[in-house]
């Protein structure tokens, strides 16, 4: 079967892709910007990339067109597909009917650490020599790749609420049908598609119905959005982070903990990672994976394993002794939670904190005023705001720009020996990291 997908170059569709080649299917796709590093990885699959929108792509038609939710009407290849009649689907659910339907799927929710928990996830499994099957929203270290089709029963998939399609606007994770269900944090986001928290809530009590009686589902304690979802009806078991699974003799910085399972010591995690939030994350992965037959024991060792997904407070570099981070935080919670850790981690070294707002809620204003508090932990700030940005922050504690251009270099000149510098967006901050980098370099 022929099947092209429009919108390939992200990594949940290009995930896609490559399960469908691996599948045996020839797989072509399009996108308005095809370059690497997803690019490449497709190109290497075998898989024929496109530039742009052209109805020309069409043309032989192919058996399925794969539409990327970012996709609306209007745009001219969906115009045609309408219009000549071409079969059609979503992301979400050409991976229910072709790969998950016979699978036990473990799936990763959440406002936050969807892409780190699933890769947790998967990793863990991997470890316990489970083999896996995944389909992450990021590249994970320790596979260097966001999806594979595996060779067992079990598929880790990261359960995004976002919406599925232009033609289906159900959350995405409502076609995976998951056994074990981690739900990890539920906060208001995503202002572009819900008008208020309850319609986020709406879908993932959806999910939750679809979790079957003998399923688990993994949620933290006292967690008030996400028990009043479980309020409107659950008929699967539920472990609590916090509650039944817990941390003892945390370190400062979270690298190193007790894991306890109904007050019972399971052993100690000492890890890369930093942060409260990721020891919640890993004691939800440790539980979802005792679902499906991995002792907590063999979970520990496997985390103290574990790398970081890349974008997941990333060194990118360091000169002089500065060093750059780049994380994805661009919530308020994720971005005050990774500076807790950041801080934690470095004591009372300078933290310089850079911030570009480019998320649609973001770039909306719906969270404009949880950004300046969730940046106190940081001692320099500066905050991009493009002219077009309808929204502007009041703080004279905060280095406010509209030129991306002359922002690097200017934040290079304040950069004293000792400083961490966490560069945050959802994007590609035009190469900011690099800029600032090879700019210190220069002034060696």
Not at 68 to 74: D, K, L, T
Not at 77 to 97: C, D, F, H, R
Not at 400 to 419: C, W
Request: hydrophobic content about 40%; glycine content about 8%; some cysteine.
């Amino acid at each position: 079967m022929h099947i092209h997908i429009i919108g390939i170059c992200g990594t949940f569709m290009g995930g896609i892709a490559q399960l469908a080649k691996v599948a045996g299917h020839q797989v072509s796709g399009c996108d308005a910007n095809v370059y690497p590093p997803m690019s490449t990885q497709l190109e290497a699959a075998g898989i024929t990339l496109m530039q742009g929108f052209d109805p020309a792509h069409l043309d032989p038609a192919p058996d399925m067109v794969v539409v990327g939710n970012v996709m609306s009407r209007g745009n001219p290849m969906i115009e045609y597909v309408l219009n000549k009649n071409l079969p059609y689907t979503s992301g979400p659910q050409w991976l229910a009917e072709h790969v998950l339907n016979d699978k036990w799927v473990l799936a990763c929710s959440g406002t936050h650490g969807k892409t780190s928990t699933s890769s947790m996830l998967a990793w863990v499994l991997e470890y316990a020599k489970m083999a896996p099957g995944f389909l992450i929203g990021g590249v994970p270290e320790n596979f260097g790749v966001s999806a594979r089709m595996g060779d067992t029963p079990f598929f880790v998939v990261e359960a995004d609420e976002y919406d599925t399609a232009f033609f289906d606007k159900r959350s995405k994770f409502v076609h995976y049908r998951p056994r074990t269900l981690i739900i990890n944090n539920l906060e208001y986001d995503h202002a572009d598609i819900f008008p208020d928290i309850q319609s986020i809530q709406r879908q993932f009590h959806h999910l939750v119905r679809c979790v079957p009686g003998d399923g688990l589902i993994v949620a933290p304690d006292k967690v008030d959005y996400i028990e009043q979802t479980l309020e409107q009806g659950c008929w699967t078991p539920v472990e609590s982070v916090n509650n039944d699974w817990a941390s003892a003799n945390i370190s400062a910085d979270g690298c190193a903990f007790d894991v306890m399972y109904q007050g019972q010591k399971q052993g100690r995690l000492d890890w890369q990672l930093m942060g409260q939030h990721n020891v919640d994350n890993a004691l939800a992965v440790i539980a979802a994976a005792r679902h499906v037959g991995v002792t907590p024991a063999i979970s520990i060792d496997a985390l103290a394993e574990f790398k970081n997904v890349k974008r997941r407070m990333e060194v990118k570099g360091v000169v002089r002794d500065i060093t750059v981070y780049d994380d994805f935080a661009h919530h308020p919670t994720a971005i005050e939670t990774t500076l807790k850790g950041l801080r934690a981690k470095v004591g009372s070294a300078r933290i310089v904190a850079i911030l570009e707002p480019r998320s649609n809620s973001m770039k909306m204003g719906t969270h404009k005023d949880g950004v300046l508090p969730a940046l106190q932990e940081a001692d320099d700030v500066w905050l991009f705001l493009p002219e077009e940005l309808e929204w502007e922050v009041e703080g004279n504690w905060v280095n406010v720009r509209h030129d991306l251009n002359e922002l690097p270099r200017e934040i290079a000149k304040t950069l004293q020996s000792g400083d961490h510098v966490l560069i945050m967006s959802n994007g590609g901050f035009g190469g900011i990291h690099a800029k600032i980098l090879s700019t210190l370099t220069a002034q060696q």
